[in-house]
């Protein structure tokens, strides 16, 4: 075989770079370089054996750029991102109970209307609707501004009375893996009615974001219904809203 | 045409996959509930979601005294009061993950929570016995001077049609609970039902009831 300055030169520089994938490509680019540089050299009247030769040696230590290139293309980028792909995909598929993991019955609605919740959560026996406004932060959950709000026949009177007053609020929390608040053990304190009364349920709905979750409160509620209420919630009260029915019907 | 050695930088594609497995790490986390890889966390965020702190919390070692001087320990539990509310926890370790769950439980004065209750099958002897045993935990308030808790079991024997009253007789066991610490009221129950003949199905009546100092009832489940 006979000697080739250029080619070996790029030999010795592939040799040090790690990444196989890469040496075809950076030889093929290094070796037009040096012959660009070799055929100036001999357009200028240089041997051609001394032009390669020159060409060569004008680019100095193999070894020295040849580290440089393997540095700037680590084989640990590849090899890490294949890694951290296997790794998510043995998550994926053999960690996930698509089934009955909570993930199956959350449904990812960070904007969802409160009032289109409202319906969906009591689409039965209406009496009123109506506008939520206020909020409050209790704890690390800072509650939503506004909402929706409705009187209902209660489908279960035996639970909390014939009617209940339900409203639609949110609440965002930066720490995401909270749940949602269980307000069913706080104070609670309805305008309308000069005792304390007891929440008839809280529910936490599926619809949630990564930071947002949406609740459904219920309080009973006695005819005749007032056009405004006003309730606040927690020890120190942090949570107060006023809520505003636009329509009445009498039950 | 240059033919490249890459679809995408390798860089690019590093970082890619970092983002990749932070998905697939929340997603699982996520589809778990959230759930804690320690006792202490799961209970901070089960106080948090409570509106509490993990400071709320009250730490006390159930156990129970029994007339011989033996004693069963029912492990340590989590208490908080807030108003008439009363939660109670006992972190626990998921099966098969790395997983703790500690949610808080609101309980209502008097009623009881099952620590544990169950048949337990004693296959010696010519025939099929049970040995039920209920662990319970009542919170009381105002505090009574003696809490008391029956456990019936009612069963429907394959040999015999037997009275109800006779069941009672048999399969019942009346107890005096021990209250953790005095004034504290959280009280602790160890109840077992003697051996019952295997039954094709069973249930079990819990009655409570609380006295005051003088001996006057003060409270009973059922109402008496």
Known sequence: MPYDPISQYCGKVCSMVRLKRYRAALRAELTAHLEDHADCLIASGMDAEEAKETAAKSMGDPYDLGAELDALHSPWYPRLSLIFTGLALFVLLTGMDWEYGALSYYRYAPFSSPHALLEETISQGILAVGDVKGGGTIGSYAFSRSGAAAIQKNPYPEYGGPYLLSVVISSQNPFFWLEGLDMAGLPVRLSSQAEEVPLSHSITLDEQGVFRRFYCVSFPVEPPFASRYTFDLGEGRELSYTVELREVEAP | ?224
Not at chain 2, 53 to 70: I, K, N, Q
Not at chain 2, 107 to 129: C, K
Not at chain 2, 212 to 224: M, N, R
Request: hydrophobic share 40%; glycine share 4%.
């Open chain 2, 1 to 224: 045409m240059k033919k490249r050695p890459y679809l995408l930088p390798p860089r690019l594609t590093l970082a890619l996959s970092i983002l990749f497995l932070l998905a697939s790490a929340y997603l699982f986390w996520a589809n778990n509930s959230f759930d804690m890889p320690t006792a202490e966390l799961a209970l901070r965020k089960s106080a948090a979601e409570h509106a509490l702190t993990y400071e709320d919390l009250e730490s006390y070692p159930l156990s129970f005294e029994h007339e011989d001087g033996t004693r069963s320990d029912f492990g340590s539990f989590y208490f908080a009061r807030r108003a008439d509310s009363f939660y109670v926890a006992q972190p626990k370790p998921l099966a098969n993950t790395t997983f703790w769950i500690g949610h808080l439980y609101p309980l209502r004065p008097y009623q009881d929570s099952f620590l544990n209750s169950m048949p337990v099958f004693n296959s010696e002897g010519p025939d099929s016995t049970y040995v039920a045993e209920k662990r319970a935990m009542l919170v009381t308030t105002p505090d009574p001077a003696v809490a008391r808790m029956t456990l019936t079991q009612y069963t429907v024997p394959l040999d015999a049609d037997v009275p109800k009253e006779e069941l009672i007789a048999n399969y019942s066991d009346t107890q005096d609970c021990v209250e953790t610490a005095p004034g504290s009221g959280v009280w602790v129950c160890y109840l077992t039902v003697p051996e019952y003949p295997y039954a094709s199905s069973w249930s079990f009546e819990t009655i409570v009831r609380a006295y005051a100092a003088d001996g006057k009832l003060i409270y009973s489940t059922p109402e008496e």
